[in-house]
């Protein structure tokens, strides 16, 4: 029979935010890799865990995975975990998970950083996108973020102490007049909750350990449907037609029919 491979958050911060099943399928475990053995140390020692670890980080995955799958289905229990939060969610594993059957993979729920910072930061939290670190190279960011520029959802970025000033100014070129925060050494000593403005950056702060990088998204839009029914009307649509078409093809837009029946009207009157 089969073993399981089990995906095992730890905790971002202090050592006590991880949930009861996480230890016990941590204790139970044949092998336990994880992104850096003397970092996991820390905490698996916390909890007694004496399980054997082998090391599973960005640099060996590719190499470790037929072993671990080996592993598996020769019947043992493996355990995965990142040196703080959820192995996947940039951090090694993606590949890992792909490669082996969904029925032999259990995934634990548990700690992220991402979901205390959106909270922290006091930003929409009904739509967000999680977008993890950007490019290191500024052409390479401020490319990536164009692409993000008119998302409306509240973006969440991850990002290392000595980039955060030059992501932080990438942002403000792109995106310019937005609220954000800076969210950083969640459930530590020195947690701490920066809210501010991209106009005015709060730069050369000397900014230690993990970080998040909320903004807010972009400002919907007006949904502007006249320049299509000005098409309809060079095509001899009849009004008739032309309310129903824009009816059927733009069902979640706020578009009075009303408004719309009297513009023909005025066009036709033009002509």
Known sequence: MAGKLYIVPTPVGNLKDVTFRAIEVLKNSDYIYCEDTRTSAVFLNFYEISAPRRSFHKFNENSKIDEIISLVKDG???????????????D??????????????????????????????????????????????????????????????????????????????????????RNAAIVREISKVHEETIRFNLKDLPLNRELKGEIVVVVKGASPKEFDIYPYVDELLNENISKRDILNKIKAEFPNENIKRNDIYKYILEKNKVV
Do not use: W
């Open 76 to 90: 043992k229990n493996v355990s995965v975990i990142s040196d703080a939060g959820t192995p996947g969610i940039s």
């Open 92 to 177: 090694p594993c993606g590949t890992l998970v792909r490669a082996l059957e969904p029925d032999l993979i259990t995934t634990l729920p548990g700690a992220t950083a991402f979901v205390p910072a959106i909270v922290n930061s006091g930003l929409p939290t009904d739509n967000f996108k999680f977008i993890g670190f950007l490019p290191p190279k500024k052409s390479d960011r401020q490319k990536a973020l164009r692409k993000l520029e008119a998302e409306e959802a509240t973006l969440i970025f991850y990002e290392s102490p000595h980039r955060i000033d030059e992501m932080l100014e990438s942002l403000q070129e792109i995106f310019g007049d």
